[in-house]
Each structure stands twice: as structure tokens, then as C-alpha cells.
């Protein structure tokens, strides 16, 4: 069999490969590779190199192929991510059941904010699905939150004006994280959208890092400035409590 493989054969090959060393309960040597997918070793060789050159896979001591770092990077952000799903959720849906408005868990992803987790409040007006929307960092009261405890970086370049309302100055939005930090939550109002204002607030891990943040949104008629305010609180309220529920049940246990 010739060496030279179509781009599209070449592909399912890899991925054969890559699928191999992910399913095998004892990681596999290049011989083994080579051998149960009948390929030359020389090709076997090379497509591995190509694997291993962009994180998917690499060797492990004896000169075994394991997984790689992307993929397991990967998927331990998606593990934190579903042990913070399940962490909040109820803080989410008590806070949706108070307030009647939209609450929302967000964390920080390879230089994006990420909406995971979402429960709807009892107002049809104002109950969008935000989970899997792009949202800037700078225009939300949930990035603004990620931004101000280091959980993100404000991004390089232009900062998206989505309304009049949103900040786009460098010094004014550093400005704005300074005062996130000091009263401990972020507020916006029609930054992200005309009508839409938010408060939130963060999450954190057991040594202080901030992981993720939680916010209460919904249209400006129903909610002033100071019932922000006032959901703010409540929510590093809740977020406290929780918390405190949990190391407890750890020190008990």
C-alpha cells in the first residue's frame, strides 16, 4: 500500500488514530497503532508527530501515546464547568423564584465569557435564552464581574460599542472595575442592550479565586437602580450561604 494518502483518507486515518489512544484502556505504542489500523509504521509515525505537535496526544514515559494536553485541559474545564452547574443551580433557581427576573451562571473560556447555566424567572418579558450566546466581557454585569477579579483579561483592541450606553474607554472601564470591586457586584444598564440592566456577582473557590459569577437580569421599567443594588447583596448573600452549607458538610463528613 502507497504511503501517499488523499487529504481525506489521511484525515479519517488520524482520527482513527486520535480515537485509539483516547478508547484504550492500556495506552498504546506506535507498533500497536500501526499494526491494528494497518497502516505503514512510517505513515503511523508521521500522523502521530502531526497529533502531537497540535496537543492532541503525546508520549508518556515508556514512549506510549496518551492523551494530549488540549484534550485534557478540555475536558477538566468541561468537568468544572457541569461540578459548578450542578454547585449553583439551586442559587439560581432561588433567586429566579425571589426576584421573578432571569438568573444566570457565566465562567471565563479561552479568552470568552461562557453562559452555562440559566433559569427562567416568572416575567415572559425580558426571558431570553443567554446560555451559548457570545457575549462581550465589557458590556455584562457577568464579564465585568470576571473581569474585575482576574477570572478574565480585557481584551486587546477595539471594545465593541453595542449601544450608546456601553463603555468602550479603556480608563473608564478600569475605572468601573475598581468600583466592582469595592461594592463587590457589577451593575450595568442598557450596556448590552437598550432596556436590559443587570446585577451580578462572583463565585469563589475555597482559596478566594474568583471562578464565575451569577447575575439577575431583566427589562429597566421593572428594575431601578437601587433594586440592583439590592439584588446584589442578595445574591453574594445566597452565594455565601451555599458555600458556608457546603464546607460544612465537608467538615462533617
Same mark, same amino acid.
Given at each position: 500500500?502507497?504511503?501517499?494518502?488523499? &487529504?481525506?483518507?489521511?484525515?479519517?486515518? %488520524? +482520527? !482513527? $488514530?486520535?480515537?485509539?489512544? @483516547?478508547?484504550?484502556?492500556?495506552?498504546? /505504542?506506535?507498533?500497536?497503532?500501526?499494526?491494528?489500523?494497518?497502516?505503514?509504521?512510517s505513515?503511523?509515525?508521521?500522523?502521530?508527530?502531526?497529533?502531537?505537535?497540535?496537543?492532541?496526544?503525546r508520549?508518556d514515559?515508556n514512549?506510549?501515546?496518551?492523551?494530549g494536553?488540549?484534550?485534557?485541559?478540555?475536558?477538566?474545564?468541561?468537568?468544572h464547568?457541569?461540578?459548578?452547574?450542578?454547585?449553583?443551580?439551586?442559587?439560581?433557581?432561588?433567586?429566579a423564584?425571589?426576584?421573578g427576573?432571569?438568573?444566570?451562571?457565566?465562567?471565563?473560556?479561552?479568552?470568552?465569557?461562557?453562559?452555562?447555566?440559566?433559569?427562567?424567572?416568572?416575567?415572559?418579558?425580558?426571558?431570553?435564552?443567554?446560555? &451559548?450566546?457570545?457575549?462581550?466581557?465589557? %458590556? +455584562? !454585569? $457577568?464579564?465585568?464581574?470576571? @473581569?474585575?477579579?482576574?477570572?478574565?483579561? /480585557?481584551?486587546?483592541?477595539k471594545?465593541?460599542?453595542l449601544?450608546?450606553?456601553?463603555?468602550?474607554?479603556?480608563?473608564?472601564?478600569?475605572?468601573?472595575l475598581?468600583?466592582?470591586?469595592?461594592?463587590?457586584?457589577?451593575?450595568?444598564?442598557?450596556?448590552?442592550?437598550?432596556?436590559?440592566?443587570a446585577?451580578?456577582a462572583?463565585?469563589?473557590?475555597?482559596?478566594?479565586r474568583?471562578?464565575?459569577?451569577?447575575?439577575i437580569?431583566?427589562?429597566?421599567?421593572?428594575?431601578?437602580q437601587?433594586?440592583?443594588?439590592?439584588?446584589?447583596?442578595?445574591?453574594?448573600?445566597?452565594?455565601?450561604?451555599?458555600?458556608a452549607n457546603?464546607?460544612g458538610?465537608?467538615?462533617?463528613?
Amino acid at each position: 500500500m502507497s504511503e501517499l494518502v488523499s &487529504g481525506t483518507q489521511a484525515i479519517d486515518r %488520524a +482520527s !482513527a $488514530l486520535l480515537i485509539h489512544v @483516547l478508547e484504550a484502556t492500556t495506552p498504546p /505504542i506506535l507498533s500497536e497503532l500501526s499494526r491494528t489500523h494497518e497502516i505503514p509504521k512510517s505513515t503511523t509515525s508521521r500522523m502521530l508527530s502531526a497529533l502531537e505537535r497540535q496537543g492532541l496526544v503525546r508520549r508518556d514515559r515508556n514512549g506510549a501515546f496518551i492523551a494530549g494536553d488540549v484534550l485534557t485541559q478540555f475536558a477538566r474545564s468541561q468537568n468544572h464547568d457541569s461540578v459548578l452547574v450542578s454547585r449553583m443551580h439551586p442559587v439560581l433557581e432561588k433567586l429566579a423564584m425571589s426576584t421573578g427576573e432571569t438568573a444566570n451562571l457565566a465562567v471565563a473560556s479561552n479568552g470568552e465569557m461562557k453562559l452555562i447555566d440559566q433559569v427562567d424567572g416568572h416575567y415572559l418579558l425580558g426571558a431570553t435564552n443567554w446560555v &451559548g450566546k457570545r457575549i462581550p466581557f465589557h %458590556a +455584562s !454585569a $457577568l464579564g465585568k464581574i470576571l @473581569l474585575a477579579y482576574g477570572a478574565a483579561t /480585557i481584551p486587546l483592541g477595539k471594545l465593541d460599542k453595542l449601544t450608546t450606553k456601553t463603555i468602550t474607554s479603556r480608563p473608564r472601564l478600569l475605572s468601573e472595575l475598581e468600583n466592582v470591586r469595592k461594592k463587590g457586584f457589577a451593575i450595568i444598564v442598557d450596556e448590552l442592550e437598550d432596556g436590559l440592566v443587570a446585577v451580578a456577582a462572583p463565585i469563589r473557590e475555597d482559596d478566594g479565586r474568583v471562578v464565575g459569577a451569577i447575575s439577575i437580569s431583566g427589562p429597566s421599567p421593572r428594575l431601578t437602580q437601587r433594586d440592583l443594588s439590592k439584588i446584589g447583596e442578595v445574591i453574594i448573600q445566597e452565594i455565601h450561604v451555599l458555600q458556608a452549607n457546603h464546607e460544612g458538610k465537608i467538615g462533617a463528613a
